[in-house]
């Protein structure tokens, strides 16, 4: 009886199979990079993870009905995508923070936007002789050495970049 539903479409259990462990592996290793690294903070790791996740979407649906083979990957697609709204620690907030420092602004503005965080030198408007500021987003040791530092010229943002723990 198990067998019929089966009828017509060969090997649909392995194919089944298959698709499920491709998308464990790419779901999992994806995850991991986002929980290591915020990798879904960045448009192109998301896409490439979401057409990681086709061919295992796709042999998932393999002999079922058209609907089944449209919702599934779409369903898959929409769930990488909403990694990207998961905060799974402090880092992913404080780097989605520091993504919106643009260049031309003030020391005042970029002090504004990152009040959450911890800053060096600790002086609102002060700046290091380079003309750099330190942001860091926690103090327990598995973050208390990620920095973000934001450089200044005449007082005014020129580039930012993060230094991971």
């Known amino acids: 009886m198990a067998e019929a ?3 017509g479409v060969p090997h649909r259990r392995l194919v089944t ?3 499920v462990l491709l998308l464990l592996v790419t779901g999992t290793t994806y995850l991991l990079f986002d929980i290591w ?3 879904s903070l960045k448009p192109g790791v998301v896409l490439l993870a979401c057409a990681a ?5 796709l042999l998932l649906v393999y ?3 058209y609907r089944m083979r449209l ?12 990694v990207t709204l998961i905060n799974w620690d402090t880092r992913k907030p404080f780097l989605r923070t520091l993504d919106t420092l643009r260049p031309g602004m003030t020391v005042e503005q970029v002090d504004q936007l990152m009040a959450p965080y911890y800053r060096a030198p600790a002086a609102p408007g ?8 330190g942001y860091r987003h926690a103090n327990a040791p598995w973050g208390d050495s990620d920095v973000g530092l934001v450089y200044f010229v005449d007082g005014r943002v020129i580039a930012h970049t993060f230094l991971p723990d």
């Open 5 to 7: 539903r089966y009828r």
């Open 17 to 19: 199979m298959i698709g």
């Open 126 to 133: 002060s700046m290091t002789t380079e003309g750099s500021v």
């Open 53 to 57: 996740s086709l061919p295992g979407s």
């Open 71 to 82: 919702a599934v990957p779409i369903v898959v697609i929409l769930c990488f995508f909403a």
């Open 63 to 65: 002999g079922r009905t």
């Open 37 to 39: 690294a915020a990798a």
